[in-house]
Nanobody, 122 residues
Framework: QVQLVESGGGLVQAGGSLRLSCAAS????????MGWYRQTPGKQRELVAT???????NYEDFVNGRFNISRDNAKNTVYLQMNSLKPEDTAVYYC????????????????WGRGTQVTVSS
């Protein structure tokens, strides 16, 4: 069994910063792609950023240089540093990971965290 546990959400004023963390634990052979999605009521979940195990990153256009995704492979943890936050960034942020299972890692599964609320006030 694998769990993704997010932390770091909260309430911040426009222009402020937050840092989200997500740690993967459980029966893991390797953690491949990790990323963050977000969702607001009535809308589909949308991609924010991803990072491969080798460090290659991808950001959606709306990030526009304001966010930075990083990871600590030794801790199976991904981070999202969010700066210059806007009210439209208000959403539930979900951690995502593609993880292979023991004993040989030949099967890959996708996992989601439960989400952490980010609220940006104007």
């Amino acid at each position: 069994q694998v769990q993704l546990v997010e932390s770091g959400g909260g309430l911040v004023q426009a222009g402020g910063s937050l840092r989200l963390s997500c740690a993967a634990s459980g029966s893991i052979f390797s953690v491949n792609l990790m990323g963050w999605y977000r969702q607001t009521p009535g809308k589909q979940r949308e991609l924010v950023a991803t990072i491969a195990s080798g460090g290659t990153t991808n950001y959606e256009d709306f990030v526009n240089g304001r966010f930075n995704i990083s990871r600590d492979n030794a801790k199976n943890t991904v981070y999202l540093q969010m700066n210059s936050l806007k009210p439209e960034d208000t959403a539930v942020y979900y951690c995502y990971a593609l993880i292979t299972a023991p004993p040989w890692g030949q099967y890959q599964y996708q996992y989601w965290g439960r989400g952490t609320q980010v609220t940006v006030s104007s």
